[in-house]
């Protein structure tokens, strides 16, 4: 069974390569290799995310993961909000760059994973200050008292401009919106399936982060496409 699970995690790295990298493999491969190494827990949580979770190819990963904590390093953010947590991965990244007496909350409303997760929340050293939050975002940003200094959008697509407009006037100034898969495996320039409701929301959002004036953005093509959005 070891050796199943081996080939099989081989098999579904190589796959995930393939699907995610808009650059040339050995392009990628070197800006990877001249970044900070993958802590040893994110090795483990992404390999079990691979082995045993559905749809691993939403896991962040070790460059863009490395992106993430860089970010959170420099921001240095009392407060986090996290939309989408699925198996943890991402919200480790952000933590490690959060205040020493920071929250960093989190949503995710896949119950199967929540455990998951919590499992490696507690093998690190931010199990207190990560709040897990289990069901519908939009409800649960409301009910929260804080304010962000940096969020993370890593969610269901066609909600990302109905998160955007919760969370901009909970925003401190000068606070980070990240938002994840906006080049959305390039379908963003392609011709637009008018019952592709993912991509329609995308383009809009795309176009929202470009042109509202309480944000300064820049789209950066890492991965499946990361935004950059700085409130003014």
Not at 75 to 104: D, H, R, S
Not at 106 to 124: C, P, Q, R, V, W
Not at 128 to 151: M, P, Y
Request: glycine letters at 6%; charged letters at 25%; proline letters at 3%.
């Amino acid at each position: 069974m070891d050796f199943f699970l081996s080939i099989t995690y081989q098999v579904v790295i190589f796959v995930k390569n393939i699907l995610m990298n808009f650059l040339p493999e050995k392009i990628d491969n070197y800006a990877v290799s001249h970044s900070e190494n993958e802590p040893k827990l994110l090795q483990e949580l992404s390999k079990e995310t691979w082995q045993k979770v559905l749809n691993p190819r939403m896991l962040s990963g070790h460059f863009q993961g490395r992106v993430l904590s860089m970010l959170s390093k420099i921001k240095q953010p009392k407060v986090i909000l996290e939309i989408g947590t699925y198996t943890g991965y991402a919200t480790l990244c952000l933590a490690e760059g959060m205040q020493k007496n920071g929250t960093l909350h989190t949503i995710d409303k896949n119950e199967e994973l929540f455990d998951f997760a919590k499992k490696y929340f507690d093998k690190s050293g931010y199990a207190k200050n990560i709040q897990q939050h289990l069901g519908n975002a939009l409800e649960i940003i409301s009910n929260i008292q804080d304010t962000f200094d940096l969020v993370f959008i890593d969610a269901d697509k066609p909600n990302y401009i109905n998160y955007f407009n919760k969370i901009i006037d909970k925003m401190n100034p000068g606070g980070i919106i990240l938002s994840d898969n906006v080049l959305w495996s390039g379908k963003v320039t392609e011709k637009l399936n008018s019952k592709d409701e993912s991509t329609k929301t995308l383009l809009a959002y795309n176009e929202l982060l470009k042109n509202d004036s309480r944000v300064e953005t820049v789209l950066l093509p890492i991965r499946d496409g990361l935004t950059i959005s700085r409130v003014l």
